[in-house]
């Protein structure tokens, strides 16, 4: 193992595994970790992509349209395990997204070259990257699938039960409730319209919001608010 | 050549290409082609994707919240060269939109399990996925950017945008224009609001449409409408 990587750091990425031992190795030498605290911004929107984000610890944020007048949107919260800037290895490089960590976070970054002649030397880890962007399709058009609808509180009632049938299925990882206002930035929506609607549907005893700030849903939600 | 897939289909796509011909001719032999007329549903939403879908002439549109009673999302045209389902290589496969043949259309099915095992046995063709799905993420993207603008005018402004810019650098495929219900579709928005803006937008002189239904912007569009 290279000196300057935790040895334990590349258990966590399915991509760096995929490289033989000596590969992987020749990867991680040009590899940088660094720690950085809630508040650092680590991509600005429309700042080039010239290393790929390793996150092995804490969160980052995604969001997007923070320049803008209006509201941002909020893609999500990228947790320990999460891989940014894959697709600027075969696309245009400029992020579209703006990366801010919300809780200290330690990442390897790992120049987009060194990654691209590793690739080039070991192409069948080309599946791997697959992998990581066909997580990213399939999300992304979740997003867009719960963005699309016109109705605001078909767009929470959805969000409310994925991030339900989340909180069942996984062990919850600490930190990753949102916020009612990360909730109102998940969907499109005006922090005051989220707001309301949770009341009623916690007055309603639909739902109900634990001291950690995870949601539950107690009864089926009403399809129409 | 495999005798029942006609030998210039291939050529349209560098997936297909990425494979050693051997390979390849396995695969295709184990596809069929198939003509479909305008209005043919062939995918919908939640059914199982059990096949790619390589498509060679025609139009395909994807569009999601089809069953919902509200309106449909317009993902957008998928025109000669697109290929649908790769991500269900690797995701679960209940497919997200639903494809229409809006064009009399040709295409390539393909099994996924076909593809999955060339891909097993030439796994350097993973590269060529990969570079569907970031070129999926990259717009996906741009999509979501677009939909969580919280103003209906810098939705449209930036999708207009959009058009224009690629009216201008691609020799435009005639059929691609994009109605006013198309437009309104793709960005989440009632017809009338989006026909109102755009006739506002002519009257002004920023925009015209020409004869084949494209946009062509003559002066920058105003910041706010």
Redo the contacts between chains.
């Keep these: 193992m290279t000196p300057n990587i935790d040895s334990l750091l590349p258990l966590l990425f399915p991509l760096l595994q995929a490289f033989p031992v000596a590969e992987r190795e020749k990867l991680l030498a040009v590899g940088h970790e660094h720690d950085a605290t809630a508040g650092t911004v680590l991509w600005e929107e429309g700042q080039r992509i010239d290393d790929i984000l390793f996150i092995s610890s804490g969160i980052v944020v995604a969001t ?2 923070t320049q ?1 007048a ?2 941002f ?1 909020l ?1 999500g919260h990228m947790a320990a395990g999460s891989v940014a800037g ?2 600027a ?4 490089n400029a992020a ?2 703006q990366l801010t960590v919300q809780e200290d976070a330690h990442y390897l970054q790992l120049p987009l070259s060194a990654l691209s002649e590793a ?1 080039a030397a070991y ?2 880890a ?2 791997a ?3 990581e ?6 999300h ?6 719960l ?5 605001g509180y ?1 767009r929470l009632r959805r969000l409310l039960i994925q991030l339900d049938r989340r909180a069942r299925n996984e062990h919850q990882q600490s930190g990753l409730a949102l916020s009612q206002q990360e909730l109102a930035a998940r969907i ?1 929506l ?1 922090r005051e319209m989220v707001n309301r609607m949770l009341a009623q549907l916690r007055s309603g005893g639909y739902l109900e919001q634990d001291e950690r700030g995870i949601f539950k849903i107690l009864q089926p939600l009403p399809r129409e608010f």
Tied chains: 1, 2.
């Design positions: 997007s349209n803008a209006g509201r949107f893609y894959l697709h290895l075969q696309m245009p579209q997204v690739l192409p069948a080309w599946e990257v697959a992998r962007l066909a997580q990213g399709v399939f992304l058009v979740n997003t867009i699938n963005l699309a609808q016109s109705n078909h499109g005006s």
